[in-house]
């Protein structure tokens, strides 16, 4: 509970640091804000409207307080090309981002682990091998190419197969829910593959190191076989180092999703604040970023929770830090 | 359940680990494995338990029961395992599962063996517990709740639960406190008796052995270099190997002297 | 024999090793030579040259401004090698630094930098790059500096508990004992030891680079345009897709290759680099 609290702490100021420098980039750009973001061959009175609008002739510790203050209240600012309200703008993107995410992991999961367990244990050694060549290089491939080869191999129009689209969103969005999924099949297995090969490694990595321990040799002299106890007493143990692998993929997903998301026209998250930022609507690339980077530490802090709560030596243990970490970008 | 190990030699990428290793052991009999780490003792009961790493090579023959199991099939293996041959491992913390709480350990074999009911297999853990010696309040407990020797005990009534008819004990006191040695010694001790099973104790420590079983080999380097009464090896140690463990034995209990006779003045009767 | 010797000989010893020694060599290689020449002129473009397949002339075909392909790729390696040199120098400055608060005597600087690290790395390598994208702009420096301080600590929190047991050692204990300071513990104790991690770990984070270069360039927040990279040979190439489709192939394969080599080096440095698996090294410090 202390750890929970302190760990908390820790979120929450790391967070406002953040914050802190989201708001410093912004502002440090060369030139006047108010004129970066009304364009280049704005009107003097049009850049002076747009200073006062967003209150940028305020000193600047006023203008971050009341950017906080805003935060807090849930108004992240409104958008100044389209207009709309920089949340539900977030929203939007976040229902093609998130299930784009969420079915990648799943595609690297169904892959990932089974294949890892399979690398150590099949028997033939040729199958090992193979295996373990296919994880390395595919966990070597920028996501931009992996999906052109998968354009090249299934998308209709310039595929050999051509079974998915491979341009854009469903018109209708989620209200086609099939036809939604169906255009995010190709950018999620693009994904999913990748960070399956990753995955596969780090199973394998796991299980190597469990292979030789104390519990698989007990859990066998109760009566398992070799390939039973692996799967059920290796796999189980390994799933601590295995939760935080995955959370801090889910982590570096995200430039894969960026990558994807523009090489398939999706309108995401990624695709979005890039988009953002080439347009110079900082407003809203300022409260993305936050919100982001909020996002992402809250993932970090959920899957060192669910550490913890896997593993009943930490439950009892207060020191802080898991395991393992890996970092692995997929760009 | 008798054993019959013959001509057992075990190589792990080239290097001999063991050589040419007989062994006998009756129905019922008590018999000690005494060597100095490294000897390869610990090999012998991974090799007829099957849990060799995959890299080793054995030759030879070990014969449980007069079946020979040597090169049998995992699935054999594994169903011999935990039915009827129970081992007890050197370190109970790295070896009890550390998701399961005792009870689920304890009845783990019975699951994997037997078709009980949930609340038949919860009464012989439970059961299991009195005899143990542990408060069935530890029953849902993690094995990190408990002390090494709780631990150990725990592990014992895993080996027993099934009332194999051998049991091997892999050094099973060398990672505890000299106090809850004795009182592992002589719960093993009293647990085997009552089950008439045989019982191979690995060790490297003779005043351990000598209150457990009768007869011991004296390994080392990989070969038997002396085997016999262990009343007989303690008096007139015939080889230098098992002169030196003799020696070391004597001087420790000497040294700690829980209050009895340096070695050899004590008969065990088992 | 030195210990690089040895090392560089075991890993030669493996058909695997060849290949990734041989790949990484050629990237040296032609990364100096496109410094001075290339088949064609990087700015050579011809108007009526356009997306053309593979030819005596152009080996690897033209882009969509006519330029030569195979040259653009060629001129990419140096920039790339820089990029990877500069993140991986990066990292490894940062990690060490991190590394020494870590493990510094004042208990609240120590346990301070190991929770926010712990807090930090759950941040993406791109969210960095676009929060210096946005005064920076596109630019190699974006990259370089968002990927040095994510492997950075990552770095820090691998090699934590190696330092951690170092520092504790009867070794370590016994030069303090002796009169030693922090720094020279820091620099006869602790840094052998955790160097066979760093070096593994710093080769990996070599290939990341690589592939974060590719991402953010295709985003563009990397490599600026007019600049020869990999990354932006293949997100060039993304236009092919429809005239020439296998052209497309070739960029990305580079990428995927050079990556490979770089892992299957950092695979095989932990192999070579252990004294346990390694008896040549172990000849060495007997």
New interface residues.
Partial sequence: MRFLFRRFLILVMTLLGLSLLIFVAVRILPGDLASVMAGLNAPPERVEALRSQLGLDRPLPDQYLTWMADLARGDFGRSLLTGRSVSVQVGDRAAVTFPLIGLGLLIAMVIGLPMGCLSLLASKPWVRSLVHVLAIVGGSMPALWGGLLLILLFSRGSGLLGIFPSQGFAQGGWSTPGKALWSLVLPALTLGLIIGASLMRYTRAALADMLGSGYMDMARACGMTRTHALLRVGLRLALPQLVSVLGLTFAEMITGAMVVENLFALPGLGSGLVSDLGNRDLIAVQSELFMLAAFFLLVGFLVDMIHRLADPRLKAAGEGGSGTSTRQVTA | MSLSIKNLSVSIGGKTILDQVSLDLADGQRVGLVGPSGSGKSMITKAFLGLLPPRAQASGSICLGGKEILGASERTLADLRGAYVGTVFQNPAASLNPVLTVKKQLTLPLRLHYDLSRCEREERALAMLDKLGLDRSVANAYPSQLSGGQQQRVGIGTALITSPRLIIADEPTTALDSISQMMVIELLDRLVDQSGASLLFVTHDFSVLRRIASQAYVLDRGKVVEAGEIQRILTSPQSLEAQGLVAAARELTLAVGHGRQPLPAEERTS | MTTVAIVARSMWSRAEGKFSILVLGLWVLVSLVSLVWTPQSLWATDGYQVWKAPSAQHWLGTDGTGADVLSWLMAGSHTNLLISLLAVLLAALLGLLLLTAMLASNQLLAAGT???V??????????LA??????LGPSIAVIVIS?GI??G??LA??VRPQALLAAGSDYALSAKANGAGGWRIMLDHILPNVMPTMAVQLSLSA???L??????T????GVPSGVPSW?HS??T??KF??VF?LT?LW???L??MV??AL??CGDLLRQAMDPVSNPELRKLAA
């Fill in positions: 190991v929770v926010v712990d807090a930090l790395i759950s941040l993406p390598t791109v969210l676009l929060m210096l994208a946005v005064p990927c994510g492997y600590l990552n929190r691998i290939g990341t680079a592939l974060a270069e590719s991402g953010l295709y985003l563009g927040i990354g293949l997100a190439s993304v897709i429809d489709p497309v960029p990305g394969l990428v995927t990556v490979v892992n299957v």
